[in-house]
């Protein structure tokens, strides 16, 4: 993964195609949690703390595993490093945007339609068991955003 904030031109999927106030919760939640987890251990600390405070610790722990597994997925199998912007840009990079589609259409229960977005990220036989986990992370992050009572995505401290 590649953070664009330093970049002098735009490399392949980090284009600009959009901003992140134009997404819904789940798809900005998508982007900005994704953004956090390829900060490191930074990130790392922020997410477990988001998804153990909202889901509660069983749930969140089984949310938080199928979100570092979505995205280690991305990072291990992927057809070329997904590009991202900075943790608090507001544009919506190409990558980003793939990124949120995946996980909002999976979590809509759009299986066939995730896995086809997830086969422009990995190899297609991957495409499938990667749908199933944006399906897992979707639906996790719509129990987040009811049980916080928002209908924004999670803001940066």
């Known amino acids: 993964m590649s953070d664009l904030s330093n970049t002098p031109h735009t490399p392949r999927g980090g284009a600009p195609v959009g901003k992140m106030a134009d997404l819904d919760p789940v798809e900005a939640a998508a982007v900005l949690y994704f953004r956090m987890w390829c900060d490191g251990a930074n990130g790392a600390d922020r997410l477990r703390m988001d998804f153990l405070s909202t889901l509660g610790i069983d749930q969140g722990e ?5 979100f570092n597994e979505l995205c280690q997925s991305c990072t291990t199998y992927g057809r070329r490093p997904l590009m991202r912007h900075s943790l608090t840009c507001s544009c919506l990079g190409a ?26 990220i990995v190899r297609a036989d991957l495409a499938l068991p990667m749908a199933d986990l944006a399906q897992q992370v979707g ?7 009811m049980s916080a009572d928002l209908n924004t995505p999670p803001t940066l401290h």
């Open 139 to 145: 639906i996790a992050f719509r129990r987040m955003m």
């Open 62 to 66: 089984a949310a938080l595993g199928a």
């Open 95 to 120: 990558d980003e945007s793939c990124f949120a589609n995946l996980v909002a259409l999976a979590g809509e229960g759009a299986r066939e339609d995730a896995a086809l977005i997830a086969s422009l």
